[in-house]
Antibody, heavy 121, light 110 residues
């Protein structure tokens, strides 16, 4: 089973771009065996799916965030990344990366421990 | 788009059985599987049910899931409650464009 670890700045200024990476161990990010997801959870609220990427297919985004989000793969580092532009305080949350098996793209079975991002000047 | 509605909180005594509901506001569960996640404070969500009623490896059979298509609702049932089951529980489903989580239910075992 893969293991996931998020990394990136814990503080981002309003209007700037939030950039996070998820390092995958125990499996190849390019194998086609997994979908790679980003999920966020504001304090005291439910998780919100941001989007997913698959090495052998299209990238899918939450329609409410689609205009500001880019998810990409870095096969040289066995990582996938999240970029969220024009952030506001409403984007403050714990950000998780999660994997889904290729036969069940909607089922996020392995999650990272999460990284807290605060948007503030 | 659709919303998944859960009760805000439920409570029950150790050893008893509790059921948490999840109602889909529009569209149908038909063709779209439901997942359930357990989240303890300070921890990541972990799946306890996938594909409506399947348990991931290591999840005890005290956890079960079901779908009632007549009411467009899903349920998570936990029997033989233990104090360690106290947590937030989220249902999750999807459609052709999005993945949606329910608002969560806080389970208190007292």
């Amino acid at each position: 089973q893969v293991q996931l670890q998020e990394s990136g700045p814990g503080l981002v200024k309003p209007s700037q771009t939030l950039s996070l990476a998820c390092t995958v161990s125990g499996g190849s990010i390019n194998s086609g065996s997994y979908y790679w997801n980003w999920v966020r959870q504001p304090a005291g609220k439910e998780p919100e799916w941001i989007g997913r990427i698959y090495s052998r297919g299209p990238t899918n985004y939450n329609p409410s965030l689609k205009s500001r989000v880019t998810i990409s793969l870095d096969t040289s580092k066995n990582q996938f990344s999240l970029e969220l532009t024009s952030v506001t305080a409403a984007d403050s949350a714990v950000y998780y990366c999660a994997s889904s098996p290729d036969y069940s793209y909607y089922y996020m079975d392995v999650w990272g421990e999460g990284t807290t991002v605060t948007v503030s000047s | 788009n659709f919303v998944l509605t859960q009760p805000h909180s439920v409570s029950e005594s150790p050893g008893k059985t509790v059921t948490i509901s999840c109602t889909r506001s529009s569209g149908s569960f038909a063709g779209y599987y439901v997942q359930w996640f357990q989240q303890r404070p300070g921890s990541s969500p972990t799946p306890v049910i996938y594909d409506d009623n399947q348990r991931p490896y290591g999840v005890p059979d005290r956890f079960s899931g079901s779908i009632d298509r007549s009411s467009n609702s899903a349920s998570l049932t936990i029997s033989g409650l233990k104090t360690e089951d106290e947590a937030d529980y989220y249902c999750q489903c999807y459609d052709s464009t999005n993945v949606v989580f329910g608002g969560g239910t806080k389970l208190t075992v007292l």
